[in-house]
């Protein structure tokens, strides 16, 4: 299993519906691969599209773990936080994005089942950030002008800094020499 990193179109294409009459992948095997997948990788929520599946499903790591399928929020309320924010499809990018504190979401479980859940505080905020993926809008679109400039200015100079010392290592392996006299 691989991340999906932008500019691939999954994450900003709208997920389909997962369909429990035709799946397209059994439900509990991906929940399961998913959920290992953020153990190995300290991640603490991943969707779908960011491995390449095209469904409105995301799985959430916390004081209890589980797969939502099919989420759509009920009610988000409470006072709005301003917290960073990172993604691994997203590499280099962290940005400062105001959420409210909570949700209310309805799911279907991996069998199909129906499930209503209250998320509060930084739970809440991942719920929102994984809703976002689902609908095909990069997390930093949330921020405010200001915040995302500054995020995406800061990845942009650590890809230019990774590029030229890619350029640089190449530079080395291409001619056996690298410019250092010992």
């Known amino acids: 299993m691989n991340i999906v990193t932008y500019p ?4 900003t294409t709208r997920c389909q519906e997962f369909n429990f009459n ?11 691969e998913m959920i290992h997948f953020c153990n190995d990788n300290k991640l603490v929520s991943l969707s779908a599209n960011q491995i390449g599946h095209p469904y409105r499903m995301f799985v959430l790591l916390g004081s209890e773990t ?13 006072e709005e936080v301003l917290l960073d924010e990172s ?12 959420r409210p504190t909570e949700v209310r979401l309805r799911f279907q479980t991996p069998s199909g089942g129906i499930d209503t859940k209250r998320f509060h505080g930084l739970s809440a905020k991942m719920v929102l950030h994984e809703m976002d993926h ?11 002008r200001y915040h995302r400039e500054l995020a ?4 942009n100079k650590l ?5 030229k010392e890619r350029k640089e290592h190449d530079r080395i392996i291409a001619t056996g020499f690298s ?4």
């Open 66 to 78: 589980f797969a939502c399928f099919n989420p759509r929020v009920m009610m988000a309320d409470g």
């Open 8 to 11: 691939n179109d999954i994450l």
């Open 87 to 98: 993604c691994p499809s997203y590499p280099g990018v962290s940005v400062k994005i105001k």
């Open 152 to 155: 995406l200015n800061k990845r």
């Open 159 to 163: 890809l230019k800094h990774s590029i």
């Open 179 to 182: 410019g250092v006299i010992i």
């Open 134 to 144: 689902l609908e095909g809008i990069p997390f930093y679109n949330r921020a405010n």
């Open 22 to 32: 035709f799946q397209p992948f059994d439900p509990y095997q991906v929940s399961q």
